[in-house]
């Protein structure tokens, strides 16, 4: 259930609309990936930025990426540096991303042919069977 106004939502909502259990999203919260506000009664409220970052945490752990590695993706976004040393560290470690994500999906991609071959095999040697 939203709020106020200005879509923000509560946290059962959020894990509802991203999948993900409330336990998870206050994990991220303990580990720093997410901040979220209170309303009067102390409860977590979501604005749509934390909404944001939540699907950006789950979109890299879906890809397989570790707490520590979204934290450093995450903490690119957090005052303290200049905006000039923000950007390039997050253009830095965004694409070293991008090419772990290249690695990781060239290898899906060499899997699936290996398995396909091996299922037309299958269904290949099973026709043979049943001939």
Same mark, same amino acid.
């Given at each position: ?7 923000? =939502?509560?946290? +059962? ?5 991203? %999948? ?10 303990? /580990? %720093?990936l997410l901040? &979220?506000?209170?309303?009067?009664? *102390?409860?977590?409220?979501?604005? &749509? $930025? /934390? /909404? ?5 945490? =789950?979109a890299l752990?879906?890809?397989?990426? *570790?707490?520590?590695?979204? $934290? ?5 976004? /957090? ?9 390039? $560290? $997050? ?25 396909? *071959? ?8 099973? +026709?043979?069977?049943?001939?």
């Open positions: 259930m939203g709020v106020s106004s200005d879509s923000s =939502v509560l946290i +059962g909502e959020l894990a509802a609309r991203h %999948g993900v259990s409330v336990e998870a999203i206050r994990y991220y919260e303990s /580990q %720093g901040s &979220p506000g209170r309303d009067a009664s *102390g409860r977590r409220v979501f604005d &749509p $930025a /934390q /909404q944001r970052a939540l699907e950006v945490v =789950v752990r879906e890809a397989g990426l *570790g707490i520590r590695e979204i $934290a450093s993706v995450v903490a690119l976004k /957090q005052p303290g540096t200049s905006v000039r040393e923000r950007l390039d $560290a $997050a253009v830095e470690r965004l694409s070293s991303l991008r090419d772990e994500v290249d690695v990781r999906r060239a290898r899906l991609d060499r899997a699936a042919a290996l398995l396909t *071959g091996w299922h037309d095999d299958a269904v290949r040697a099973r +026709g043979e069977l049943e001939a």
